[in-house]
């Protein structure tokens, strides 16, 4: 099965829509006010602009994780553009792009040869898949594009350099540059997703065979490299100073799992059909919670099918990546399980973990098309119209999901004008979605008013030095 040379414009016209989709609704319903954690890094700016700043305020952590990365584009855009919000937004959905990119590019390059609109209908299922507005929090909200897209950007980077040097005898450079690009995304952007990661490579190369066959002497090396910075980065991250304190242990909802199996079975079929469709908004208008359940069951069992037929057919000759993807997805749903389930079943389908958990629905769309242009004894119907029925499939439900998303719009912008009367002023009587400490966010805007930043950084009173 040889791979067909993807084509640029093709990728380009396939993420295109998409892409605009993404973009068009990140600015009108972006949440242009300062809300949630970012309160908390308002202190580091304070400190520069007293002229006292440390450097090592961007690894103090916040809400249990360190994101120094996040934090100094936050620093930055505080200089630069006085806490425009948008750019942040912006600057997400970039990054966003950026991956999808990267990774039609590299999906085109495992097709075999095939007609060139299958090939656009393929490529237009990715780039939805990994547009959805079913990530909706995350296009929104300036620390959730910054961060929660630019982990999703290194992390594409590491996957696909990794499977490119695990398809030759990995160089020097290799070894060198996937060490270091580990240790960097791991430090830097990775905040609590870096075990998931990990994992993700570990149990792919694991089903593989230590990556498809007997390591050589230069494959050891980079294996070892990688584990000795992945040891090193997660050492220094959790133990390098304190994290913030969690609001309940792992420990406590293992037992609470135990007690009620039902419950541990519910959140993971909630967490399935949350990376396909926005189904807690679905059930607020009147959808089935069994549906939703169904819904969870089916993909669960098309994971179970992927990752049989990946294995058996030997898919990772073609590419890891959908192996990568998948494993990914899988872990993060369970690492959101052990941090999140004393929080209720609507956690399990938060638009904020959408986008970790559908990148293994992108695995399981690669891993069917792959399966089938490895079965030479198809029917001939079923080769004319696997493929773009798989496409068309994912297509619809990406595409419905954005649907049901801009009918969100009108009440998230209602919602983003509320927030910015309540920060005007300065009404943080109690703790809720805008403010996560009242004393916090009332010191925060006083400092943000003083030096014209954020929603204060048109008014025309004089800046005080």
């Not at 897209?149 to 540059?177: E, I, N």
Request: glycine share 8%.
């Amino acid at each position: 099965m040889k791979p067909a040379v993807s084509s640029p414009r093709l990728i380009f016209a396939a993420a295109a829509l998409p892409f605009l989709n993404v973009l068009a609704f990140g600015w009108l319903a972006a949440t242009t006010v300062i809300s949630r954690d970012q309160w908390r890094f308002l202190p580091m700016v304070q400190d520069w602009y007293a002229g006292r700043f440390q450097w090592d305020s961007l690894w103090l952590s916040h809400s249990q994780h360190r994101t120094p990365g996040y934090k100094l584009e936050f620093l930055l855009n505080a200089i630069i553009f006085r806490l425009d919000m948008r750019v942040e937004v912006m600057l997400g959905a970039m990054l966003l792009a950026g991956a999808v990119l990267l990774l039609a590019r590299h999906f085109l390059k495992t097709l075999p040869a095939m007609p060139a609109m299958q090939r656009m209908l393929a490529a237009a299922a990715v780039a939805w898949l990994a547009l959805s507005l079913n990530q909706w929090d995350s296009l929104v909200y300036g620390l959730g594009a910054v961060s929660g897209f630019g982990h999703v950007f290194f992390f594409v980077l590491f996957w696909l350099w990794l499977d490119a040097s695990l398809h030759r005898d990995p160089s020097p450079r290799d070894v060198v540059g996937l060490t270091a690009l580990l240790a960097f995304v791991l430090l830097f952007w990775a905040a609590g997703h870096g075990p998931a990661l990990l994992a993700s490579v570990t149990a792919a190369l694991l089903v593989t065979g230590y990556g498809g066959g007997m390591a050589s002497p230069r494959r050891t090396r980079l294996y070892a490299a990688l584990a000795a910075a992945a040891i090193l980065a997660e050492l220094v991250y959790w133990l390098a100073g304190p994290l913030a304190p969690v609001r309940s242990s792992s420990a406590a909802h293992i037992g609470q799992m135990l007690a009620a199996p039902g419950r541990l079975v519910e959140f993971l079929l909630m967490a399935l059909s949350g990376s396909a469709l926005p189904v807690s908004g679905m059930e607020h208008h009147g959808w089935p919670h069994g549906l939703t359940l169904f819904l969870g069951a089916a993909i669960g069992a098309t994971y179970a099918i992927c990752i049989v037929a990946f294995i058996r057919r030997r898919l990772w000759s073609v590419s890891y990546v959908p192996a990568f993807l998948m494993a990914y997805s899988l872990l993060e749903i369970a690492s959101v399980l052990m941090v999140r389930f004393g929080e209720g079943q609507a956690t399990a389908a938060a638009p904020r973990y959408v986008l970790d958990n559908a990148l293994g629905l992108l695995g399981c769309f690669w891993t069917l098309v792959l399966w089938q242009a490895a079965q030479p004894r198809l029917d001939a119907a079923w080769r004319k119209y696997g493929v773009p029925g798989l496409s068309a499939a994912a297509l619809l439900t990406a595409v419905a999901a954005s649907a049901m998303l801009w009918g969100h719009l009108g009440e998230q912008r209602r919602n983003v004008q509320a927030a910015v009367q309540q920060v005007r002023a300065g009404d943080f009587e109690a703790q809720d979605w805008i403010c996560p400490d009242v004393q916090l966010c009332a010191e925060g805007v006083e400092f943000l008013r003083r030096e014209r930043l954020n929603i204060f950084r048109d008014e025309t009173v004089p800046i005080r030095r």
